[in-house]
């Protein structure tokens, strides 16, 4: 075991030339991983996690990463163990938490699409929603394989991955114990109470917002969020500076753009179909066009992405064929434990078996007709699913798996299948219905490939071995897919979707792009601007994708996180000298993890309790405040105090 206390600064920075990082456990060391009691743990956190981020999700239409909260009830289960005699290793509570956090990225997938088919008058059956929800599981985690060593190894201090970070940090911290621990576990505390103010006792806002004086309909606002604050810290100023500027760009000029171009127009612009954009809000306009634009600009930075990516992708692939030449002509190789993965032969036979039981099986995409048209929507689930696999690792590296923007690169698998069908002439309801479980697969594999690449970088800092941690995901999607397709057709019975209680708002969006492109009325000149926006990037040396990542998630989500980065700038460069900077760097990211962790605990308490009650908890309200100019005042007043506090104990001394 490593005798140093905690991760190190080579956690968070590229190596030096000719040296690689050294985990927390070294290679040559034997603990116990992959055993029983973890995959266990995992499985059984997975199952209560994921029911609870399908009604969040179909709430509100986001999920959050279970990685930290499943991490840290793991090790306050091995404390329990430990106490009773059975003690634990940090790889195992790293094993649990990854098999554990597999389940949320199923839920996003699920709850992105699948409501439109009940919104359709379909009602998908528990076997094909299953089924959906494995295959996409598995084409993620498979389509990540070839790409761990590159992602996670060579960009190591380049890709962040902060929740993959974030979930070391606290794993470490626990191991270690003394001063670096309260760090974590104060943030944790921390976190979950001023989430526990906004969200359960509804005591003051989760957000605010302000509308400028000029020009009409720019908007201001900020999601009063210590996890996105945190996430902030993590990422630094670079990445969150270029995010809040793709946000900016959105609420600042393109909204009053379309509210001063919509001014003299007498019928609404479709999407829309009933209010015209001069009688439109800030939020409606962007609901309504915005995002067009922002799902534009995220495909296009993707395909930039790809394209760049490449090289690195061949490069992978090649050594791995050189492996199983080496294996096949008997030439050992030796791999320490720590870069072993699963054997790509593995990796292609599992691919190729998902893709042919999809054209094959009749019950996976439902009533679409022969088997042409389930070939044609199988080969759509490889192509997408391998492009966004490649995306979403890369976007999730630099804003974390809450921010991924899944839906942004659904749209853009529908608007390609779609278009598919079209040319084909499949644009009835059996059609749509095709497009979007395709949708739903791509979806998932997206969703899932951003959670693996950020437990890998977990396992990368920690010292794990890759095979034991990408069974592990393949375990804990095929537990969890069954229980989280319950809860959703159990929410649906309940409720219903597009309710007020469960609008389902992602998918309500994804049918209306299918709806557009199938009856040939989908705006392609939103999403032509979004490709514009994404080339001008590139053009003029802009990081596109985290960039366009911005236009597309409302600035209230950028803002918090701009600051946590401006914050650690400030910290960093107002240090006397590289070790203070360092005891600075060190103390906040403990608390931004602690943050994430703590948010994350009781955003899956409120959804767990919503699911139990039918409802959210009703909490005090923001009444007593009076007036909504105080309730925001307030919410400021209480964030900024939170600010304050975090800057304090990053800038304390090491007690």
């Given at each position: 075991?490593?005798?140093?206390?905690?991760?190190?600064?080579?956690?968070?920075?590229?190596?030096?030339?000719?040296?690689?990082?050294?985990?927390?456990?070294?290679?040559?060391?034997?603990?116990?991983?992959?055993?029983?009691?973890?995959?266990?743990?995992?499985?059984?956190?997975?199952?209560?996690?994921?029911?609870?981020?399908?009604?969040?999700?179909?709430?509100?239409?986001?999920?959050?990463?279970?990685?930290?909260?499943?991490?840290?009830?793991?090790v306050a289960v091995f404390k329990a163990l430990q106490a009773a005699g059975r003690k634990g290793t940090i790889l195992e509570a790293n094993l649990s938490q990854t098999v554990g956090s597999a389940s949320s990225s199923l839920a996003s997938g699920i709850i992105f699409t699948l409501p439109a088919l009940f919104l359709w008058g379909l009602s998908p059956s528990l076997l094909q929603m299953t089924m959906l929800a494995m295959c996409g599981g598995l084409l993620g985690i498979l389509f990540m394989v070839p790409l761990r060593q590159f992602l996670i190894h060579r960009e190591h201090g380049k890709l962040p991955y902060p929740e993959g970070t974030a979930c070391a940090e606290v794993l470490v911290a626990n191991e270690t114990g003394g001063g670096n621990a309260r760090f974590v576990f104060i943030g944790l505390a921390a976190g979950a109470a001023f989430k526990a103010l906004t969200s359960w006792a509804r005591a003051i806002p989760d957000s605010v917002h302000a509308a400028l004086p000029w020009p009409r309909k720019a908007e201001l606002g900020m999601d009063l969020s210590p996890a996105l604050f945190g996430v902030g810290y993590i990422l630094g100023i670079r990445i969150a500076a270029v995010m809040v500027g793709g946000g900016l760009l959105s609420w600042l000029v393109i909204i009053p753009l379309l509210d001063w171009w919509g001014a003299g127009r007498t019928l609404p612009l479709y999407p829309e179909t009933q209010l015209l954009m001069t009688d439109m809000s800030p939020a409606q306009l962007w609901t309504r066009y915005?995002?067009?634009?922002?799902?534009?600009?995220?495909?296009?930075?993707?395909?930039?992405?790809?394209?760049?990516?490449?090289?690195?992708?061949?490069?992978?692939?090649?050594?791995?064929?050189?492996?199983?030449?080496?294996?096949?002509?008997?030439?050992?190789?030796?791999?320490?434990?720590?870069?072993?993965?699963?054997?790509?032969?593995?990796v292609g036979i599992?691919?190729?078996?998902?893709?042919?039981?999809?054209?094959?099986?009749?019950?996976?995409?439902?009533?679409?007709?022969?088997?042409?048209?389930?070939?044609?929507?199988?080969?759509?689930?490889?192509?997408?699913?391998?492009?966004?696999?490649?995306?979403?690792?890369?976007?999730?590296?630099?804003?974390?798996?809450?921010?991924?923007?899944?839906?942004?690169?659904?749209?853009?698998?529908?608007?390609?299948?779609?278009?598919?069908?079209?040319?084909?002439?499949?644009?009835?309801?059996?059609?749509?219905?095709?497009?979007?479980?395709?949708?739903?697969?791509?979806?998932?594999?997206?969703?899932?490939?951003?959670?693996?690449?950020?437990d890998l970088k977990t396992g990368y800092l920690l010292g794990a071995t890759p095979r034991h941690q990408q069974v592990g995901e393949l375990v804990g999607v095929l537990t969890s897919a069954v229980f989280v397709c319950l809860a959703v057709l159990l929410l649906a019975e309940t409720f219903g979707f597009g309710s007020t209680e469960l609008p389902a708002p992602q998918a309500t969006l994804m049918k209306l792009v299918i709806d557009g492109v199938l009856d040939q009325s989908l705006p392609w000149g939103l999403v032509a601007v979004g490709i514009g926006i994404a080339v001008a990037c590139e053009l003029l040396k802009i990081p596109s994708l985290p960039f366009a990542v911005g236009v597309y998630l409302p600035v209230s989500t950028m803002t918090p996180i701009f600051l946590g980065g401006l914050i650690r700038w400030w910290a960093e460069r107002s240090a006397q000298g590289a070790v203070e900077a360092g005891e600075r760097r060190e103390r906040g990211i403990l608390l931004g993890s602690g943050f994430v962790g703590g948010e994350g605990l009781l955003g899956v308490a409120i959804a767990g309790a919503a699911f139990v009650l039918g409802r959210r908890p009703l909490g005090l309200g923001t009444g007593w405040l009076g007036s909504d100019l105080l309730a925001t005042l307030v919410g400021l007043t209480a964030f900024t105090a939170f600010a304050a506090w975090f800057v304090l104990q990053v800038y304390r001394s090491g007690r």
């Open positions: 075991m490593s005798a140093r206390k905690g991760l190190g600064p080579g956690a968070f920075e590229p190596p030096p030339p000719g040296r690689s990082y050294e985990p927390y456990v070294p290679a040559a060391a034997g603990l116990a991983e992959f055993t029983f009691k973890a995959i266990g743990l995992g499985i059984v956190f997975g199952i209560v996690f994921g029911a609870a981020n399908a009604y969040l999700g179909l709430r509100a239409g986001l999920t959050i990463s279970t990685s930290i909260p499943v991490a840290v009830m793991t915005v995002r067009y634009i922002g799902a534009g600009a995220v495909a296009a930075a993707g395909i930039i992405t790809l394209v760049r990516s490449l090289p690195v992708m061949l490069d992978s692939f090649r050594i791995g064929f050189d492996q199983l030449r080496d294996r096949r002509d008997q030439v050992p190789v030796a791999v320490p434990r720590t870069a072993r993965d699963l054997p790509l032969r593995f599992g691919v190729v078996t998902i893709v042919a039981v999809l054209a094959v099986v009749p019950v996976a995409f439902g009533e679409v007709g022969g088997v042409g048209i389930r070939l044609v929507a199988a080969v759509c689930v490889a192509v997408f699913a391998f492009f966004f696999v490649t995306v979403a690792s890369r976007i999730v590296g630099l804003v974390g798996v809450t921010s991924n923007p899944t839906s942004g690169m659904t749209i853009a698998a529908l608007l390609g299948t779609a278009g598919i069908f079209l040319a084909f002439g499949w644009t009835d309801l059996s059609g749509k219905a095709a497009a979007i479980t395709v949708g739903c697969v791509v979806a998932i594999a997206a969703s899932i490939s951003g959670d693996t690449s950020q």
